[in-house]
């Protein structure tokens, strides 16, 4: 299966909320807690996001969708890198 490319990924709110969790390093125990779900229910949807984006690891998945939500900020907007 073809990975989507970066600019077709869109997440749904729901899968906005476990992404934004397993950011902050989030277990999938401690994602269903604060989200109110069975750890079952977090693994499914981790599954289906997996295989809907292509992805091959949380960080991945992470990465992905950290990219999605910032590359329409203005290059005005970005923080500068020192090199």
Partial sequence: MERP???EIH???R???IVDLLAEGRSDKEIA???GLSTATVRTYLQRM???YGSRSRAHLVAMAWHETHQ???SSERVPHNS
Avoid: C, K, V
């Fill in 5 to 7: 490319a970066i600019e």
């Fill in 11 to 13: 997440l749904s709110p």
């Fill in 15 to 17: 899968q906005a909320q």
């Fill in 33 to 35: 807690l604060a989200l």
């Fill in 50 to 52: 997996y295989r809907q």
């Fill in 72 to 74: 329409d900020r203005s």
